[in-house]
Nanobody
Framework: QVQLVESGGDLVQPGGSLRLSCAASGRIFSVNAMAWYRQAPGKQRELVARITNSGSTNFADSVKGRFTISRDDPKNTVYLQMNSLKPEDTAVYYC????????????????WGQGTQVTVSS
């Protein structure tokens, strides 16, 4: 019913930049918070950045000052701009969004994208 499609993952050198995109489509009445998570092999999934429907943001300490998150509500799209990339940023990055399918629903459902690989290496 609702699908999140991610794009932008790539192989990049340390110090480089990438911009990830995630577009939500399908039966959507409204979108609440949107976020980016990442998971490296053998590690737990962690929150990277989050943006509310009012535009408030928060970031993991490890990416603060290097990453920015933004959203384009008419396109139901969230972006993650990643600068000054480090090898430890290597992970599968997942898009997350709270979505209300119908106006009479009182709660948002949590949706996840398929993940996109980001590899930072020389």
């Amino acid at each position: 019913q609702v699908q999140l499609v991610e794009s932008g993952g790539d192989l990049v050198q340390p110090g480089g930049s990438l911009r990830l995109s995630c577009a939500a489509s399908g039966r959507i009445f409204s979108v609440n918070a949107m976020a980016w998570y990442r998971q490296a092999p053998g590690k737990q999934r962690e929150l990277v950045a989050r943006i509310t429907n009012s535009g408030s943001t928060n970031f993991a300490d490890s990416v603060k000052g290097r990453f920015t998150i933004s959203r384009d509500d008419p396109k139901n799209t969230v972006y993650l701009q990643m600068n000054s990339l480090k090898p430890e940023d290597t992970a599968v990055y997942y898009c997350n969004a709270g979505i209300k399918e119908y106006p009479w629903h009182t709660a948002f459902r949590d949706y996840w994208g398929q993940g996109t690989q980001v590899t930072v290496s020389s």
